[in-house]
């Protein structure tokens, strides 16, 4: 089964953001910048207005950050006056992006319009205070939508970063320690892990969410008297709004070692002693619960508001790219370059960091590298990128020969700990040396498809890209002479985009492929 996409999802015409000036007063928590998009940018200049329809000045208070003014691009078929909303009752479904450097909400209707924009970037906090900062980042996104547009919320949805991994009191909701973040490998726990899984399977690494969950348990679970549950970061923030602790999706849940085929967690795993804190996993997009009453009522969401399970970041831009072919694939330039293809074998080999996450009857192979946007980050501002891209002739190979990496250790398509960063000779010309930057990335981004490719999924015949990086054109004809096939910019590049449309077809029952996961949850 293909994801059913309603012909009408094909179009995205209006885009809405909203602007926020920063409370000069920031917190420690809210040191976060929130950016405008591109196209809000041009209505504050005046540049040009929202198709067919007004702009809407309103104050929109937030306890958290002073939001100065909301552009409200209003779409066709909505009237304002004296800066109301017609109330028009079409439903409207919420997304967030909880990405590596920032969050995102996006909200759109049954058209794929969007109806509401915005991102925030994490402010620097203590890792004590990261679980309270996507706490606060949440309902920050929340409360800065419009009443009118959150209103009309009937679903929501939510991806994180993939095995970030939370241990949660069950009485309290609580972390009872800190989150152990995607990219964080704990190698301790993988002679262990070794002992009791599968060879090759996706578990051994020691980023796998097992990995984190046996290094925890090691240390200090085993000897715990409070009962606690094993969440991920999408999980977690998702219960914030829900109410109810320990419930997954098949995406997160991959990575501590729940089959997606057999749609259970392997025997394996379940004869642990740890076993008791794996949550209850459901297909992505399945109904788990109604919005709290007191979230809806203080943030003015419908009562009947439903909360859909989520996915993982890189799969929710996949869904955002809107892919439906085999042999099609999804290239994430985010912080991280993530590597999803739409194949119809499966393939799973942790010795170059490959597994196969499920997408109803058909799986995304792939997997997550470390270069990417994280290590451009180190050497260039975006308006470098820029400016220093341009410049570049995307036709001729750049004779320097990278390894970009934030940091010691790679994931895919080497699975090697120590894999050191290489980045010289750096030669004196920014132009050459961001060429050579961005040319290394994309050798990397062709040795993943090929790896995939010589175990068997399906042949590669087109690239989609998502991410910050989707921007940069000159990449794109770089990446198209590297990868041998055609290379473009998703139509939608955000993940947030992905999560809403995970909310829509949860709300109408377009990914029903398994019967198990569609009971609501106890
Ligand atoms: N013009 C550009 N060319 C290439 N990369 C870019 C460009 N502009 C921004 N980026 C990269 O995009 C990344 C941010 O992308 P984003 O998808 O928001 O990341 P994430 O959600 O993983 O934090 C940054 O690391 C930045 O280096
Ligand atoms: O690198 C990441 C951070 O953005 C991705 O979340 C992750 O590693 C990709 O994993 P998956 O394939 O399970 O979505």
Redo the contacts with the bound molecule.
Sequence with gaps: MTMLISSALQTAICHTAFIYAQDRRTSFVHKGVLQLSARARRWRRGENSPPGGLLCRSKVASHHLRVGEFIYGIKAGLTMSDGEVAAEESELYMGFDF??SGARVMVIDGEGEICADGKQLYPAVHETEWASMWKDTLFTLIDAVPAQVRSRVVAISLDG???TTMVIDRKTGQPVTRPVL??ESRPQALATVEAIAPAKHTVLTGTSTLCKLVAWWMSEGSKLQTEVVMMHQADWLLSLLHGKLGITDY?NA??VGYDPELEEYPAWLTSQPYASLLPLVKEPGSAIGLVGQDIASTYGLREDCQVYTGT????AAFLAARVTEPGEAVTSL???L?VKLLSTSRVDDSRYGIYS?RLGDKWLV???SNTGGAVLRQLFSNEQLQELSAQIDPSKPSPLDYYPLPKVGERFPEADPNKEPRLSPRPDSDVEFLHGVLESIARIEGRAYAALDELGATPLKAVKTAGGGAQNVVWQRIRERVLGVPVSASTQTEAAYGAALLAFYGCKGLIRTSQKSYSTAS
């Design positions: 990405g590596t970063t993939s095995s995607y990219n995406n991959l990575k993982t970041d890189s799969i985010g912080s991280t993530a996450h792939g997997g997550a």
